[in-house]
């Protein structure tokens, strides 16, 4: 699609003050979509209102995405009153690397709320939003959600529910017109991979990533970006695309 025909497009992009969601705000006003900022209140998105001041086609929201009550207000406010919601990249998400015998029920419970509840939450109204005019709806998921890796119980159980989550709505939905998928990124260089991530996980990666490196936040924009394009994507739904260098498929690896 050219930028002019992009023009007529929202898409609402939670987490989009931070990493991959920051990246895939930039591609898409890029490419002349308009574009619903959801995150937490905060330096990131302070930041990002800064970044954007003057710029029409931002919109941003203060959003807890786990707050049914505000997300639905918020994506009625975007759909009324900014432009008619076309798509969705729930981007938002928190990590952590723990031993299952430090992590906490509470924990748990609240990797899950973020992760998966949120992005239920938001998926769902903004699928009530876009239900028979067509849309697309593009998840978060990981590679933790595909492997078993270490420290990954709460968040590679959120990232595994993510893909039954998108084929699940990719089933119930196709029937309203509306795609989803999931892109399942490697580890990527972004706040909460610094955060996260220690020079052994890093050196660790370095092995098993037949491409030897990190990812950067626009590698996975550029799919978010092709999988909300019905000019691109009109047949795909209900698919999980690894964006990882090649490590969900690779076997033995020559690394010195
Ligand atoms: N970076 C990686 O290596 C990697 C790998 C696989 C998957 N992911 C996933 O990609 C997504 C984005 O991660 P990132 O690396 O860009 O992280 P990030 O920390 O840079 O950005 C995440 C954003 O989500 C926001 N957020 C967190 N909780 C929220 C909530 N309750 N409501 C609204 N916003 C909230 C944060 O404020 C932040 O702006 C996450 O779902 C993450 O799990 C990241």
Redesign the pocket.
């Known amino acids: 699609m050219s930028e002019k025909e992009n023009k007529n497009k929202t898409i609402i992009i939670?987490?989009g003050?931070?990493?991959?969601?920051q990246a895939t705000t930039a591609l898409l006003l890029e490419r002349g979509y308009r574009v619903a900022i959801?995150?937490?209140e905060?330096d990131?998105l302070q930041a990002t209102r800064k970044q954007y001041a003057g710029n029409g086609d931002v919109f941003f929201a203060a959003?807890?995405?786990?707050n049914e009550t505000l997300v639905g207000d918020m994506v009625a406010d975007v759909d009324d009153n900014f432009g008619e919601l076309t798509g969705l990249a729930n981007?938002?998400?928190?990590?952590a690397d723990k031993h299952v015998f430090d992590t906490s029920p509470e924990l748990f419970r609240k990797i899950l709320d973020?992760?998966v509840v949120?992005t239920f939450i938001v998926g769902k109204e903004a699928a009530r939003r876009m239900k028979g005019r067509g849309g697309s709806i593009v998840n978060?998921a990981?590679?933790?959600g595909l492997r078993g890796s270490k420290g990954r119980s709460a968040y590679g159980a959120s990232k595994g529910a993510i893909v039954t989550l998108t084929q699940v709505m990719a089933v119930d939905l196709a029937e309203h017109g509306l795609r989803v998928n999931a892109v399942a990124?490697?580890?990527?260089d972004?706040?909460?991979?610094e955060a996260v991530h220690t020079q052994s996980d890093r050196d660790l990666y370095h092995r098993y990533v037949p491409m030897n490196r990190y990812g950067k936040?626009d590698e996975i924009a550029s799919v978010i970006a092709f999988l909300l394009d019905d000019s691109q994507s009109g047949y795909v739904t209900g698919e999980i695309i690894a964006v990882d260098g090649g490590y969900r498929g690779a076997g033995l690896i020559n690394r010195k």
Not at 91 to 95: D, T
Not at 185 to 188: A, E, K, L, S
Not at 190 to 193: A, G, N
């Open positions: 939670t987490g003050a931070s990493g991959i969601g959801f995150d937490l905060g990131a959003v807890d995405v786990t981007c938002a998400g928190i990590a973020i992760n949120g978060i990981s590679i933790s990124p490697g580890p990527i972004t706040p909460m991979v936040p």
